[in-house]
């Protein structure tokens, strides 16, 4: 019994180095925000709450954001969001084509607005939605600095429910310095076929040497 669960770990093992994980598309467009209105360079934030598309392929679906260019470091580009605006939490989202049932990986990175260095605005919460998955994320942003951001990658999986999901973030921090977001992406996890054949066979060689 133990050997037989042995050589089954072993050909899940072998499936997934043999390609079981190629380089997939991603789904988002624009996942860096770096295509959008004009900030004019030396503008560190643009509220997009007029302008629900003020960011390309993206849509600002409730309350504000800010929109920021040179007040930090971006964890990829020039552009990232925070995504508490004036006062109002705001939220961003993009559609995208999905195969039902099929499982999709989504990652994105996460830092906070370290300008107020006060405990009670230590910690941002970010809340992330997609099909039926629904879940808070948060960053301490104690001893951050605008030279520092500390961005942490963020990444989970999903089973999309239909022929199109939305992504949803939405900042759930009060007050006008939220939690900061950059470098969306969501690519679909294969199932290798080889996967399956090559586990059946090695399941099957105990048995053949039996028969011998």
Known sequence: MYKRLSILA?????????????????????????NGVDIN?????VFAAINPMAIDDWNVFT??????????????????????GSAANGGIEQTFATSPGEVYQVSFWLAGN??????????????VKV?????????????????????????FLFTAQGG????????????????????????????????LLLASGLLGLPFLGRRK
Do not use: C
């Open 10 to 34: 072993l050909a899940f093992s072998l499936a997934l180095a043999l390609g079981g994980s190629p380089v997939q598309a991603d789904l988002i467009l624009n996942g860096s925000f770096e």
């Open 41 to 45: 360079g030396s503008s560190d934030l």
């Open 63 to 84: 309350g504000n954001l800010k929109y920021v260019g040179s007040l930090w470091w971006a964890q990829d580009g020039l552009r990232s969001l925070d995504l508490s």
């Open 114 to 127: 370290p300008v107020a260095q006060l405990p009670q605005y230590w910690e941002k919460t970010l809340n």
């Open 131 to 155: 099909g039926i998955f629904d879940q808070d994320f948060t960053f301490n942003v104690h001893n951050k600095t605008v030279d520092d951001m500390g961005w942490i990658e963020e990444v």
């Open 164 to 195: 199109t999901s939305t992504l949803q973030f939405l900042s759930a921090t009060g007050g006008s310095y939220g939690p900061a977001l950059d470098n969306v992406s969501v690519t679909r996890v294969p199932l290798p076929a080889s996967l």
